[in-house]
DNA sequence: CTAGAACCTAGAGTCGGGTCTAGATCAACA
DNA sequence: TGTTGATCTAGACCCGACTCTAGGTTCTAG
C-alpha cells in the first residue's frame, strides 16, 4: 500500500512542502524511499508517526525535540529511558503551560465580568486602560 | 516618579530593545515621554500597562491584537463593547487552547503509563516508535 | 501527441517577535 | 579629565517553522 506524498499530505493535512522540510530535518523514522523515478514512497505507519508528530508539535514541542526523539528511536533498544525522559519533560512542560493559561484566563475572565457589570450600568471606559483607574 | 528605560526593563522583564520595538509598534497607551536630552521617561502607568501586555502575550495574544486593543482605548469613551469583544474573543481562543492542550495532555500520559509498566516487566522499544507496533 | 497535474531539487522568501550592531550623545564618578 | 555605562537612532540580523519559486522531469487522460 504505497502513497505519494499527495496522498499523505491530504491524509495528514500537512502541506507537500512540510513533508519534504521534514524529510530534510530528519523528522521520519524510517528513511523515505523512493520509486525508481526519484519518487518518494511512503506507507501508513508514516502517516501514524506524522499523527503523532502533529499533536507533539501542535502542544508546542519545538521540531528539535522531535528529532531528538526520532533519534533515539532509530537507534533501536537501549535507550527507552531516554526517550522516556523527553516525554515526560514535554510532558511537565505542558502541563505548567496549561497552568499558565488557566491563571491567565481566570484574571480575564474576572475583568470582563467586572466590565460587563460596569456596562450594563451605564459606567465604562475602565477596562484594562492604563491611561484610567481600575474598576477591578 | 519618572523611570528611565533601564529601570523599566529591569521591572518588567522586558529589554530595552523590546521596549523600544513596543513603542515602534503603538503599543504604548500614552506616547512615551521625553526628557530634553532626547530619553524616555516612564512611569508606573506604563509598568501596569506593560505587565497587562506580558501576560496578554504569553496566553498567545499576538502583538496586532494588543494593538487593536490599545487603539480603542485610546480613543477614549464609546468603543467598550468592540473592546470587550476583543477581550472575549481571546478568552474563547485560550480556551479553546487549554482544551487542546489538556487533549494531548491525556493521551501522551497514557502512553507514559504504560510504557513504564512495559519497561518495569522488561518489554521495551515500542513507545511511539513508527517502525513497531503500538503496546497502547 | 499533447496539455495539465503531480512530482523533483536547491534555494529564496515570509512572518512574528524580538535581538543586536554601529556610531553618536550624555551622565556620573574618581 | 577621562573612562565607564546608560541612552539614542536606524537599520540589519536571528530563529523557528514553514512556504514558495524557478526550472526541470514524469505521469495520466483525451
Given at each position: ?5 499527495g496522498?499523505v ?6 502541506s507537500v512542502h512540510a ?6 530535518e530528519?523528522?521520519?523514522a ?9 519518487r518518494?514512497?511512503y ?8 499523527a503523532i508528530?502533529?499533536?507533539l508539535?501542535?502542544s508546542g ?7 531528538e ?8 533498544p537501549?535507550n527507552?529511558?531516554e526517550r522516556?525522559e523527553?516525554?515526560r ?5 505542558v502541563?505548567?503551560r496549561?497552568?499558565e493559561?488557566?491563571?491567565?484566563l481566570?484574571v480575564?475572565?474576572h475583568?470582563?465580568?467586572v ?7 451605564g459606567?465604562a471606559?475602565?477596562?484594562w ?6 474598576p477591578?
Amino acid at each position: 500500500m504505497d502513497l505519494s506524498i499527495g496522498e499523505v499530505a491530504r491524509r495528514s493535512g500537512l502541506s507537500v512542502h512540510a513533508l519534504r522540510f521534514y524529510e530534510r530535518e530528519g523528522l521520519f523514522a524510517n528513511p523515505v524511499r523512493r520509486l525508481s523515478n526519484g519518487r518518494r514512497v511512503y506507507h501508513e505507519e508514516d502517516l501514524e508517526w506524522l499523527a503523532i508528530c502533529t499533536r507533539l508539535r501542535s502542544s508546542g514541542m519545538p521540531l528539535a525535540m522531535i528529532r531528538e526523539y526520532i533519534d533515539l528511536a532509530r537507534q533501536g533498544p537501549g535507550n527507552e529511558r531516554e526517550r522516556l525522559e523527553i516525554l515526560r519533560r514535554h510532558q511537565r512542560h505542558v502541563e505548567a503551560r496549561i497552568r499558565e493559561l488557566q491563571d491567565t484566563l481566570d484574571v480575564m475572565s474576572h475583568k470582563v465580568r467586572v466590565y460587563e457589570d460596569h456596562l450594563a450600568r451605564g459606567e465604562a471606559d475602565r477596562l484594562w486602560n492604563p491611561s484610567h483607574p481600575d474598576p477591578a
